[in-house]
């Protein structure tokens, strides 16, 4: 055991792998904070580069850049309301009205600071529960998975906005999008109107892209073009500590979530973001700041996505399950170096783990050091005029999108969406639930289908272990809570209002 | 499209060479495509370009390069799903053989296994409970129409079970990573799958192997039975394999510079090592035994597909 | 006509519509159906329609509660909050957003022709025209730094072919 702690410290504490890891988490944060090109293409390409270097230090180059990116996401989130990654579109509803009040420094800060800090408590996470969480993941069959969505759903209700209705009917819009493609069960197109590239369905990144960059573009055409710079007094103005001490909770909780659902394969950071921000809204005080330029919203998406970070190793190691597509890819580099990820690996290559989990804690602070520099270079950039800056983003949009599956039906799909989304606006359907709902209808239906050919068409596929009792438990917690708040506060808000015939 | 730079007088390769992988990242696929890439460029002289353009179990990327250009500056790993499943399975927009055969680089031997946790200790365990209660079993693949769905069909047919489509119930999910989540989780009675991502959880424990499908014994499993030991030697056609093809009537000159780089990849001590630690075997064949061998898998695809009525309408 | 000018009672009924074309026209023509389907809950056609159901149930519930809150002077009547600042006119705020909703699309259109580097430049300049911006120069300079720096980076660093079209030659 000492033996390889020692082989494993001088393993890691070569100025190589140090090196490495930084060029990694720099690698990745520039990727993620590019909208559309995502931590999988940043690791996809530097995957061959690790054949030739030793086990550790590819392992790590590549775990750089997927936590540089899961970062990395935020910056365009909240300069570009583009989500740089799709974990990153939580960040969006109050990193970009932040930026658009001037405020964009505020923001990226706390997004780095509650990165920094759920990265860090996901690697502790890691290290310490690897094999009491691994379990967790062997309990999820179908079944399990279908009650856990359920109760993720339920999220929708909570960044629903202030109608209700028309955030279910949004979230309705992204479960019948989401249909599109060939089916799991039969195989049989639908929607697809002969398509072959929409067999696969439409690819996420396009559409959250289009959903929220696109409208934020054509709006401002809505708009004077202004002369003069307004200066915000916020503008440049650093996070204070105070702020900071306010947003703890938020963060460890965050975090938190993160850390569970990340070890649970196929989650993923979007839902821990989501379920983040919504626990964060429904415990504030002030729930209605919440999507309008709130730094503690901020703070709980990106401690949500970036509590995944560390967790989704842990089946990863202890199982040998990828959970995502990027730990799927690290497993690949494993193999190539004739290492074989899940429990032998403890037993045999056990100098190898504990130099990854050694290196691993320091993946935080080289994210810290790189997220001071991007944001030094980039706060300024929300400063840019709106009629250079709006169309800079399209122009990136359109590329990152591109290199998503190196396809132009996928900036087709970006810009209808765009339109779509647009018209959405109009509407005033919140886009939020939409997302949640495009993301998490797949493996929902899924999930239920599977259960349902397991049990032979029986619903009591749905209560037959104690992780699906548990989640039904807090599905119906979770909706009560929701009522209560919409029910409570309602009374408050009512006003006699003349019905609105606003201009549209 | 595009506009032809020189004639024959120029070398090919003169520019780098695009491979495509019809499969996203994060796969074997994946996998195999970048260790071809990066391993075959010395000896092609030119850098290989890995692009990926996943889509429909692989159709969309043979499409692509289907119609892509015959200038040899852009070829597909051809894998079983794209050439022989999926064409036998359901409507593709191209033809299996309507394109340049370049060659076998390797075969992905397949493995049959169980949850440790189920009662099934042997192949004939699983066969029996299929015989007694007919509809009761299931088995996982990573996808409708795929070769591990096919299998477990076929096994059942094989061993004389009536109506095999209907004696165990097939659960897809998607991609092969859910399946084997699916199966150590107990959810699922059995499976067949690629080595490569069961290897590890057969020798963890979690997984009991019961049967391999290629002729001999596999090294990192000694101790399971193959198909042909236990009498079904017919299904051996269960096994994947990749090989380098372009689009239809690719110019000479990449043709036979691919069968070159492909003759030095055989010895290619480098590329071996990775394909073997990948769970793979390496096998190197010529563009014409490479043809011979697609058409035989897809043939075999075909009439199996016809036999079960598993046809994708 | 009343009833149209509550906004509240369109987007209701829009959805409704919206959920109608789907559940009705959309999925018996775009979904294919296997010839046996064991279990009805498996069938593929079976959560889109429930989609579409939903749809067009809160649809209604939104039309509804408009149409009792008009009738009882908007008391029921949910406020939303209003994030759509606009500050020109109707009519020419319509007719920009419409002219960059066609910019954006026609350069979507060329980019296999044209080449995504080309196209760029020039859907960036005519957007930043529209937009109102005069520096002429500076519009200039970004239109051609932009599209090359990306260029360069996607294809040397990333190794993602973009599409050249008509530019391939000057490559």
Known sequence: ?504 | MGIVVGSAAAEYPEKPVTLVAAFGPGGTSDVTTRVLAINAAPHLGQPVVVVNKAGAGGVVGANFVHSAAPDGYTILLGRVATHAVAPAVKNVPYKFDDFTFLGLIEKNPFVCVTSTDKPYKSLADVIAAAKASPGKLSFGSPGVGTLPHLMGVMILDEAGVSDAGKAAVHVPFKGEGKAVLAILAGKIDYMCANLAPTIGHIQAGRLRPLMTTMPERLSAIPDVPTSRELGYPKLEVAVGWSAIVGPPKMEEGATKKWAEVLQKLKDDKSWISMTKKLGSIPVVLSPEETKEFVTESYKTMDALVTKLDLRIK | MYLLHNSHIRVGASLVLLGAIWTFFMLPSGVVLPARVSIPTVAPDFWPTICGYTLMVLGAAIAVRAWFGSKSGGQNDVQITDTWDMDLPLREAATRVGAAGAIILAYTLVIETLGMPLASSLAFIALSFLAGERRYVLVISVSLFLPIILFLFFTRAASVPIPLGITEALV
């Not at chain 1, 988490?25 to 390409?45: D, E, H, K």
């Not at chain 1, 955030?167 to 072959?196: H, K, P, Q």
């Not at chain 1, 749905?462 to 992780?467: L, M, P, Q, T």
């Open chain 1, 1 to 504: 055991m000492f033996e390889n702690f020692t082989d494993a410290f001088a393993n890691v504490w070569s100025i190589d792998t140090v090196v490495v890891l930084f060029l990694g988490v720099a690698i990745g944060t520039v990727v993620g904070a590019i909208p559309g090109m995502t931590s999988v293409l940043g690791v996809a390409l530097a995957l061959p580069f690790t054949f030739t270097m030793s086990p550790v230090m590819g392992i790590l180059l590549l775990l750089g850049i997927y936590k540089g990116g899961m970062y990395g996401g935020s910056i365009a989130a909240i300069i570009a309301r583009a989500p740089g990654t799709p974990a990153a579109s939580c960040t969006i509803l109050d990193g970009a009205p932040m930026a658009q009040k001037g405020e964009a420094r505020r923001a990226l800060e706390m997004a780095l600071y509650a990165s920094c800090i759920a990265d860090f408590i996901s690697n502790l996470a890691l290290i310490v529960f690897a094999g009491w969480l691994a379990s967790l993941a062997l309990a999820f069959g179908p079944a399990e998975y279908f009650t856990l969505i359920i109760f993720s759903l339920t999220v929708a209700a909570g960044v629903a906005g202030d109608d209700l209705l028309r955030g279910l009917a949004s979230a309705a819009l992204g479960l019948m999008v989401a249909t599109i493609g060939l089916d799991l069960i039969y195989g049989t197109e639908r929607m697809v109107f002969g398509i072959t590239e929409l067999m696969e369905g439409l690819n996420f990144v396009p559409v959250l892209i289009g959903l929220f960059a696109i409208p934020e573009i054509l709006k401002q055409f809505t708009k004077r073009q202004s002369m003069a710079i307004e200066i915000n007094p916020l503008a440049g103005k650093s996070v204070n500590f105070a702020e900071f001490r306010r947003c703890l909770k938020t963060i460890f909780r965050g975090s938190l979530i993160g850390v569970v659902l990340g070890a649970i394969p196929g989650i993923g950071g979007i839902t821990a973001a989501f379920l983040s921000y919504s626990e964060a809204k429904r415990t504030s005080p002030n729930p209605e700041v919440f999507g309008t330029g709130e730094i503690e919203g901020v703070a709980a998406a990106e401690s949500g996505n970036n509590g995944t970070a560390g967790a989704t190793l842990i089946p990863l190691l202890a199982l040998g399950i990828p959970g995502d597509v990027v730990t799927a890819v690290i497993l690949g580099a494993f193999m190539i170096h004739g290492l074989r990820p899940g429990p032998i690996m403890f037993q045999e290559n056990l100098d190898v783990i504990l130099a990854l989990f050694m290196a691993i804690m320091l993946s935080s602070l080289f994210l810290f050091v790189v997220g001071k520099i991007c944001i030094r270079l980039f706060s300024r950039i929300a400063e840019i005029p709106a009629g250079i800056l709006s169309p800079a983003i399209l122009v990136l949009c359109v590329f990152g999108v591109y290199s998503v599956n190196n396809s132009t039906l996928d900036i087709f799909v970006m810009v209808a969406m765009g339109f779509a989304g647009y018209l959405m606006a109009l509407m005033r359907l919140p886009p939020a639930p939409f997302l949640i709902a495009f993301v998490l209808g797949p493996p929902f239906e899924d999930a239920f289908r599977q259960s349902m050919l397991l049990s032979h068409g029986s619903p009591s596929a749905f209560f037959g272990s104690a992780v699906n009792w548990v989640f039904w438990i807090l599905t119906i917690l979770s909706l009560t809570m929701v009522a209560r708040q919409r029910f409570s506060s309602a009374p408050m808000k009512r006003q006699s209002s003349v019905p609105e015939t606003k201009q549209e």
